[in-house]
């Protein structure tokens, strides 16, 4: 088809039908979440951040708001987002129950804190790495 707008001649396709996924059996995405591989995961990427900014991870996943807490929880929920196939659900019941919306917030943060301060995208980078060798 062709079509006319203006002084220049312009091809007008037709849209592509949708492409339909078949649904994820809902055993697969609970064995997923069960899998102590990314249980595991979760865990070793907390005890990673909490050595490095020198916490308990009993504080990581407490409710307490203080900055030195807030900074290492949040790297934490970045890196799990970022490192393992967990929904946003899952791993805010892994930090102390935390919402969906409130880990969101804290990976929305850190993206942003990472752009503005490098010595910090350096130290998520450098635990980033390291966390390879455990999770692995």
């Known amino acids: 088809l062709i079509a006319h707008h203006g002084e220049e001649p312009e091809e007008v396709h037709e849209p592509l039908p949708p492409v339909v996924l078949p649904p994820i059996p809902d055993s697969a995405i609970a064995a997923a979440h069960d899998d102590p591989r990314i249980l595991g995961g979760i865990r070793c990427i907390q005890e990673v951040v909490c050595k490095e900014f020198g916490i308990s991870r009993a504080e990581m996943l407490s409710q307490r708001r203080t900055k030195n807490l807030i900074i290492p929880r949040h790297i934490a929920l970045y890196l799990s987002k970022k490192l393992t196939p967990l929904s946003l659900p899952s791993i805010g019941k892994r930090f102390g129950g935390r919402d969906h919306t409130t880990a969101l917030s804290a990976i929305r ?8 301060d490098s010595d910090l995208a350096g130290r998520v980078n450098m635990l980033e790495e390291r966390l390879g060798e455990c999770l692995a």
Request: net charge positive; no cysteine.
């Open 109 to 116: 943060r850190i993206e942003h804190l990472m752009t503005k």
